[in-house]
């Protein structure tokens, strides 16, 4: 153990806080998971030995993603990002349906669904950071520098964004800021910008235009309009637009009120009320029960600790010496952050319904592994980054002493 303990590098800061976010999961999901082994005939501890079984394996990939050197990570981003796309293509015609999406695929032998959208985004930004790291010097070009990165990012988000709008758009999102601190042409981000304002604003639009304020409920929308998961957005904008009048925004209505029994302090461990009756209070709406439990001041506590896992994320990048490291470090960390503000303002009604887990907290799966996955390659940065630190000042004590 003290062998393992010695091995293990990075920013100490960003461990403490995956293992406190990891231990907040494993409390909120044993308390979350009651009504859901009740319906399936299982016991809560079974939900806690799994949880914890993929937290043990999370930590494994963390610790030996983190050991890797993370330029092997450059050479691998664009065999990671082709595999990516014929998998994106399978699922949006043969995935697994799962609550109403198809996002996944079964694998076989084992059993278990994976969401190939988490492989597509890592291997993006993998494929992002070698990218704007060899064009540096062509950058403001529109043909050279421009277009080799939005079209990718493009293929990516045009491929998930029919089963899993809120993932793509995050996703979008993520690079374009990626491309801002990358020094690209802000003519170019903000063309990109007002194009995918279009397909957003015709949504909004449609979800305005096809609700009846005098029933407070959705009109029946027109055939070219009930295709795919159309009619699952436009009413997930009415829900948030409408939540004060329509009685079927349950999922707004019942994390609201898991909010408001949490006050300052909560109802302590356990003793969550809300959980009985909101929908997916251990995936999607697990920060509500975290208020309603530990009150207003953990959700505050939550909210820190991803804002400062983000601070330290800025600092390795500032620390990181070369410009795949410190962009790969940044696109990562955005990706998670970001996710995580997501999840909490739906959770507050901040924010319409999107169906993103909280990273790290949220009950287990392949989005949880891929997580792990990511903060072990930001911690291969930091560990390199403050390694070549160290080299460089014991190589400075010894022209001191020399002298």
Known sequence: MQ??????????????????????????????????????????????FKQFAFTAIGFMIIYFAHRINYTLYSRAALILFVISIPLLIYTLFFGAEINEGSRWIKLPIINLTFQTSDLARLALFMYLSRQLSRSQNDIKDFKQGFLPLIIPVAIICAL??????????????????????????????AATIGIALIPLIFLVSIAFAYYDKADHQSKDLPAVLSVGRIPTWIKRIQDFAYADKIETAYQVQQAKIAIAKGGWFGLGPGNSEQRNFLPHPYSDFIYAIIIEEYGLVGGVLILFMYLLFLFRSIRIFKKCPFAFGAFLALALSFTLVIQALVNMAVNVNLFPVT???????????????FTCMSIGIILSVARNAEKLEGKAAAEDTQKNGEL
């Open 3 to 48: 062998a393992l303990f010695n091995k293990t590098r990075g920013d100490k800061v960003i461990w403490v806080a995956v293992i406190l976010l990891a231990l907040v999961s494993l409390l909120v999901i044993y308390s979350s998971t009651g009504t859901l082994a009740y319906r399936l005939s299982k016991s809560a501890e079974s939900y806690l």
């Open 160 to 189: 998930i964004a029919p089963a899993n709008l809120s993932t793509a758009l995050l996703i979008g999102a993520t690079s374009l800021m990626l491309m801002f601190i990358g020094r690209v042409n802000l003519k170019h981000i």
């Open 355 to 369: 169906g993103v887990p909280l990273p790290l907290v949220s009950m287990g799966g392949s989005s949880f592994l």
